[in-house]
């Protein structure tokens, strides 16, 4: 490890943070960056993320930190594209266990010609996070940069990992490796997408954060964006998606920072009422890959097609595909009805991949299970 520098300062700073004192965006870069370069001992980091978790983030201070993990932690790449590019992701940490709605999401709205950049992680605080779905499905998910690249541009969808030190090579993926409860990385790290997409869908684990995350897109560069928190039947537990179980929170905001908050009633848009338990994940990854084929190849159970379909909606939306979120759900629909969406997918892990023939084998075999 580096040798620890102004270790009683740092220590100052944290237990500001316990006292509710709030930071500038450079001071937060500087505070981060010192987390970044391992200047600090591992219980200062800890007590660090912690703390600045339990406070409660500014708007300020999650730019910061994303100022630091983007400019000291983040490669950068630039597909040669026709059309803009969209990332779409959750923060995590919500209060219901649902499997992983935002990745088979990106793949149908891929499927419906909008390019996507994911950018996840392994699970942190979920059973199976992107990076281990996608793994399980065939992607390479620890493919050279390039590759990745290519994938965006000839198929219009690539998934970036954030815990591989190729795409963070300074200490993304040390922390993350190394963490099991949610931080300020969950939203920060998340939008350090090293492509840079303009547009992007979020969902955040509160109703507190749609406006300050909305604002934090803004402040970073993207020119529009929707951040999402969805209810579920009670109406008070809540997921980082768009949900079919009670009402949704949005809010969106355009290039200038005008934000715009409503909801829906997913029964408005011609979508049956779903419960907790039929958006539940299995209890391992194969299981979990299993299912998200089947939808992807327009069977499966119900409650999940039509939870991805609204989720997929929220980007056709964003983009101007469509300018009624029921239409744009029912064009979702469509997409995984008629096949596109798996062949999207088997196009994903040919491409993406060190090893094409290895990929689709896996693919195959989850196929032939079916």
């Not at 597909?79 to 990332?87: A, I």
């Not at 390019?115 to 493919?143: K, P, Q, W």
């Not at 355009?254 to 011609?270: A, C, F, H, N, V």
């Amino acid at each position: 490890m580096n040798e620890v520098v102004n270790s009683k300062q740092f220590g100052q700073s944290i237990s500001g943070l316990i006292e509710g004192k709030d930071f500038s965006r450079a001071e937060m870069e500087g505070l981060f960056t010192q987390v970044l370069l391992d200047q600090q001992s591992e219980m200062q980091q800890g007590a660090f993320l912690a703390a600045l978790k339990a406070k409660g983030e500014t708007v300020e201070e999650i730019a910061g930190s994303w100022d630091a993990i983007y400019n000291l932690d983040t490669i950068k790449l630039t597909p040669q594209l026709e059309q803009p590019l969209v990332e779409n992701c959750g923060t995590g940490m919500d209060k219901l266990n649902t499997f992983n709605i935002s990745t088979a999401a990106s793949i149908v709205a891929a499927a419906g010609g909008v390019n996507m950049a994911r950018h996840g992680s392994r699970a942190i605080t979920s059973n199976c996070g992107t990076i281990d779905i996608l793994e399980e499905l065939g992607v390479g998910v620890e493919c050279a940069p390039e590759l990745i690249v290519k994938s965006i541009e000839e198929v219009g969808i690539g998934v970036l990992n954030g815990m591989d030190s190729k795409i963070h090579p300074t200490a993304l993926g040390r922390i993350l490796a190394r963490i099991s409860f949610g931080t300020t990385l969950n939203i920060a790290a998340s939008l350090a997408n090293p492509v840079y997409p303009k547009y992007g869908v979020r969902g955040v684990y509160s109703r507190e954060l749609l406006k300050p995350v909305a604002k934090v897109m803004h402040k970073i560069g993207y020119k529009k964006a929707i951040v999402v928190h969805g209810l579920a039947e009670d109406g008070i537990s809540g997921m980082d998606e768009a949900s079919t179980l009670g009402r949704n929170h949005l809010v969106e905001i355009d290039e200038t920072g005008q934000l715009k908050e409503y909801s829906i009633d997913p029964r408005s848009l011609g979508i049956e009422k779903a419960s907790s338990k039929d958006i539940l994940p299995c209890q391992d990854r194969q299981s979990e890959a299993l299912e998200l084929i089947k939808v992807l190849k327009g069977g499966g159970e119900k409650a999940r097609s039509d939870i991805i379909a609204l989720n997929t909606a929220l980007i056709f939306y964003l983009m101007d595909y469509h300018d009624q979120l029921k239409t744009a759900y029912e064009a979702a629909k469509e997409i995984i009805n008629s096949g596109k969406a798996i062949n999207k997918l088997k196009k994903w892990v040919q491409v993406q991949n060190s090893e094409p023939e290895k990929g689709l084998k896996k693919l195959d075999r989850l196929l032939a299970k079916i």
